[in-house]
Structures are given as C-alpha cells and as structure tokens.
C-alpha cells in the first residue's frame, strides 16, 4: 500500500509540474506576442506622427496656394467682365465668339478646380478625424498593453484555510478542516 501512495504521490507531482510548465510557456509565448505587438504600435505610432507632420506642411501650401487663386480670381473676373463690355466693331464680330467661348470655358474650368479643392478639403478633414479616433483607440490598447499585470509565477503557492482531502502521514484517506498550499499551473 506504501507503494501505491508513492507512486500515486510522484505521479501527481509531475502532472503538476507539466501543467505548471505547460501553463508558464503559454503565459511566456502570450507576452513574447503582447510585447511584439506593443513595439509594432509604437513603431507605427511614430511613423503616423511623421506623417501627421508632413500632411501639416503640405496643408500649409495648399492653403497658401488657394488664398493665391483667390486673389488672382478676384483680379481676373473683373476683367473678364470688363473685356465682354468692350465694344467691338462690326467687321470683327465673327472673331468675339471664339474669345467669349474661350473665356467661358477657362471660368468653367477654374470653378471645377474650386469644387474639387473644396471636396478634397472636406475629404481630408474627414480622414483627420478617423486618424484621430484610430489613434486614441490605438494609444488606449498600448495602455492597457504597458499596464497589464505580469503573469503569476506558477511555482507560487496558493495558501488557503478550508476543508481537505488527501492522504495522511500514516498512507490513509483523511479528510478535515485545515490550512492548505496549492499550486496553480497558470
């Protein structure tokens, strides 16, 4: 029977010992990820703030380009007008309607150009704030990420008060209240 509560009690051990290690490299290969993914964020964290910077300075030119066409449309319309209001004469009539179409196509073209600044404006405010909501999303996970807790050393005992069931000195079932070590694999 002494042999039987060896054997039983050595076969328990190295149960627990393979669960523990079984659970340490699980906890080991999830941080080794967790820590991967974290230098990943930071990385593309630091690129998109370069990015960020670079968007800036062409933002600036573009808004300095725009409030150039706008003062040159300012100058040019008025001249447009006044070019259409010159009198003519008649001999050269035939000639005016080439100009005028020519006029009206360079004000269509100019007010397509006005449109489609206006949209792409619009389009990158609204790619602005998705990067802003990505980026307090992606700041918030590398929080969590640096706070999380490290992981429980399985080797750790637990210590309980409570009822047990074991085998007593004397190689026989016993049960009782009393103080216990545990160990949990992970």
Not at 80 to 86: F, K, L
Not at 92 to 118: H, I, M, Q
Request: glycine fraction near 4%; proline fraction near 5%.
């Amino acid at each position: 029977m002494r042999d039987f509560a060896v054997l039983l009690l050595a076969s328990a051990l190295t149960l627990g010992v393979a669960f523990a290690l079984s659970g340490r490299n699980a906890a080991r290969e999830w941080e080794a990820r967790a820590a991967e993914a974290e230098s990943l964020a930071e990385r593309l964290a630091a690129r998109a703030l370069a990015a960020e910077d670079a968007a800036k300075a062409e933002r600036a030119r573009a808004d300095s380009a725009a409030a150039w066409a706008e003062a040159e449309r300012s100058r040019i319309r008025p001249r447009i007008v006044e070019i259409r209001e010159i009198e003519v004469p008649a001999p050269c009539e035939p000639y005016t309607a080439p100009r005028d179409s020519l006029l009206d196509a360079t004000v269509a073209e100019a007010e397509g150009w006005r449109e489609a600044w206006t949209r792409e404006k619009r389009a990158a405010g609204e790619l602005r704030a998705a990067l802003d909501l990505r980026s307090a999303a992606a700041d918030s996970l590398l929080t969590v990420l640096a706070e999380r807790p490290t992981p429980r050393s399985s080797w750790r005992p637990d210590l309980a008060v409570g009822p047990f069931v074991g085998v007593c000195a004397d190689v026989r079932l016993c049960a009782g209240v009393g103080l216990t070590l545990s160990w949990r694999p992970w």
